[in-house]
């Protein structure tokens, strides 16, 4: 919080210590990005591609269970 007065302005510190638990822990979480980004930005994209994959499954399931019950292959993928 920046204080307006006369002459430079000044930067009131917050007593962390008056602050709720969770959001304590959300700016001390939020001091760690900088150093971390990298690692969370690999996070974040594996749990991307994880949710990718898992909204992929009924699609080869399908092919496997027509496959085994002989029903027409998906036109899509029939070779040739």
Do not use: N
Not at 31 to 58: N, Q
Not at 60 to 70: A, C, N, Q, T, Y
Request: proline content about 10%; some cysteine.
């Amino acid at each position: 919080m920046i204080i307006l007065g006369t002459g430079a302005p000044q930067l009131r510190l917050i007593d962390h210590s008056r602050l709720p638990v969770a959001l304590r822990r959300c700016l001390r979480l939020w001091s760690l990005i900088p150093r971390y980004w990298k690692r969370m930005a690999g996070l974040f994209a594996a749990m991307l591609v994880e949710t990718a994959m898992g909204l992929a499954t009924p699609w080869p399931l399908k092919i496997v269970l027509d496959s085994v019950f002989e029903t027409p292959p998906l036109a899509s993928v029939s070779p040739g």
